[in-house]
Each structure stands twice: as structure tokens, then as C-alpha cells.
């Protein structure tokens, strides 16, 4: 079982930058493949970035060159760093967390808007 706790959202205006923290507990964060999804009002959960546990990382087309995924497993932490950001990136941000199983986050907003 994995709990995982993101923070660091909030509302930023167009063209600037916010970083997403997403800490685990309850198990060996270092086994998972970790990422960020997010769904905007009306739509989907879309992939945003992944990462494995050998730090190969993998983005969306809509975010490549602007956000930037990492871990830390020592801390046991995931981190999303979005630069400029722009009004479509407004949605809740999820963090996941898989293996054999996938555990989520319970989400936290992120709003891009002047």
C-alpha cells in the first residue's frame, strides 16, 4: 500500500512556473514507476509525465520543453517543475504510483490564468 500526498499547486498567471511535490509513504518508493496525470474540468485524465525507476522519463507532447519531471527516493518525493505555463494547463494534478498495482494521489489544483 502507498499513500501519496501532493503539494505545491495554486493559481499562477500565464507564463509563469509552480512546482508540484508529491511525497510517498507506506512502501519502497524506489520500485515504482512514478507520474503525474491531471483532468481538467469537462475532459479526461490525461498523461502528463512519467518516470521509471531507472529515471527514463516520458511527457506529453502538450507539456515537452516546458515541464520537467524528477524523483528523489531518498525522500521519497516525485516533483513536477512547470514552466510557462499557460491556460490550458489549468486542471487537478494527479500523482500516481505503479507496480503491480496503481495507487493515486487525491489531486491538487493548478490554475494558469491572469
Known amino acids: 500500500q502507498v499513500q501519496l500526498v501532493e503539494s505545491g499547486g495554486g493559481l499562477v498567471q500565464p507564463g509563469g512556473s509552480l512546482r508540484l511535490s508529491c511525497t510517498a509513504s507506506?512502501?519502497?518508493?524506489?520500485?515504482?514507476?512514478m507520474g503525474w496525470y491531471r483532468q481538467a474540468p469537462g475532459k479526461q485524465r490525461e498523461l502528463v509525465a512519467t518516470?521509471?525507476?531507472?529515471?527514463?522519463?516520458n511527457y506529453a507532447d502538450s507539456v515537452k520543453g516546458r515541464f520537467t519531471i524528477s524523483r528523489d527516493n531518498a525522500k521519497s518525493t516525485l516533483y513536477l517543475q512547470m514552466n510557462s505555463l499557460k491556460p490550458e494547463d489549468t486542471a487537478v494534478y494527479y500523482c500516481?504510483?505503479?507496480?503491480?498495482?496503481?495507487?493515486w494521489g487525491q489531486g491538487i489544483q493548478v490554475t494558469v490564468s491572469s
Open positions: 500516481n504510483a505503479r507496480r503491480a498495482v496503481t495507487f
Open positions: 507506506g512502501s519502497i518508493f524506489r520500485i515504482y514507476t
Open positions: 518516470i521509471t525507476t531507472d529515471s527514463i522519463t
